[in-house]
């Protein structure tokens, strides 16, 4: 079975810190993806990665950004947390481009609370 | 504007009958669709997919239904039990982005009573 581990359940950061979100799979997946989770908007990709070093803007990039420095890891960045970043962080992976349409597995999700 | 909606937040049904959560989308470029059940603390699980050249997709309990002319997807769920109780995605993808990259509804939570 595919794991996906995300490095922390809860986190309460203020405002204008630099946060770190850590994702770990072990399968590996070629493709990492980061998304949130709001109430009412469903889950909104923010990037992702089909390779090592390479990453792709999402639908709301703003704010955010990430690393890929080895396969199994996809790390996202909150330069500057402000309270709108308040939310349930997501991280996913998938089988590389050539493999067709195959599933996106998740990870049990990071609560951040920005205050 | 979400290119992928469900209008029914939340859904109330009885055990044993059938649950049937429904999705619309706007971009005629998806052709492939997926469903994901989401319990609280938990990511969410893939469940169920199909692909824009079929209008049926089966496994066990559920059912996937696809009216592309409507743009229009439904999953069933036959006969519901408690432990389907979860929040319930649909998502749909398009070939140009064969990275799977995924579009998501809103959701809809499903409860099922005892």
């Known amino acids: 079975d595919v794991k996906v581990t995300q490095s922390s359940r809860y986190l309460v950061k203020r405002t204008g810190e630099k946060v770190f979100l850590e994702c770990v799979q072990d399968m590996d997946h070629e493709n990492m993806f980061w998304y949130r989770q709001d109430p009412g908007l469903g889950l909104r990709l923010i990037y992702f990665?089909?390779?090592?070093?390479?990453?792709e803007k999402g639908d709301i990039p703003e704010g955010y950004s990430v690393s890929r420095e080895k396969k199994e890891r996809f790390s996202l960045i909150l330069e500057s947390a402000s309270t709108n970043q308040t939310s349930m962080y997501l991280c996913a992976s998938s089988l590389g481009r050539g493999e067709g349409n195959s599933p996106l597995h998740f990870g049990n999700g990071t609560r951040l609370t920005v205050t | 504007d979400q290119q992928v909606k469900q209008n029914s937040p939340s859904l109330s049904v009885q055990e044993g009958r059938i649950s049937i959560l429904n999705c619309d989308y706007t971009n005629s470029m998806f052709d492939y669709f997926l469903w994901y059940k989401k319990y609280p603390a938990e990511g969410p699980t893939f469940l169920i997919s199909?692909?824009?050249?079929?209008d049926k997709n089966e496994d066990g309990r559920f059912t996937v239904f696809l009216n592309k002319s409507a743009k229009h997807l439904s999953l069933h769920i036959v006969p519901s039990q408690p432990g389907d109780s979860a929040v319930y995605f649909c998502?749909?993808?398009?070939?140009?982005?064969?990275?799977?990259?995924?579009?998501f509804g809103g959701g809809t939570r499903l409860m099922v009573k005892p």
């Open positions: 998502a749909a993808s398009a070939a140009y982005n064969a990275g799977n990259m995924l579009t």
């Open positions: 990665s089909y390779d090592v070093k390479m990453k």
């Open positions: 199909i692909s824009s050249i079929k």
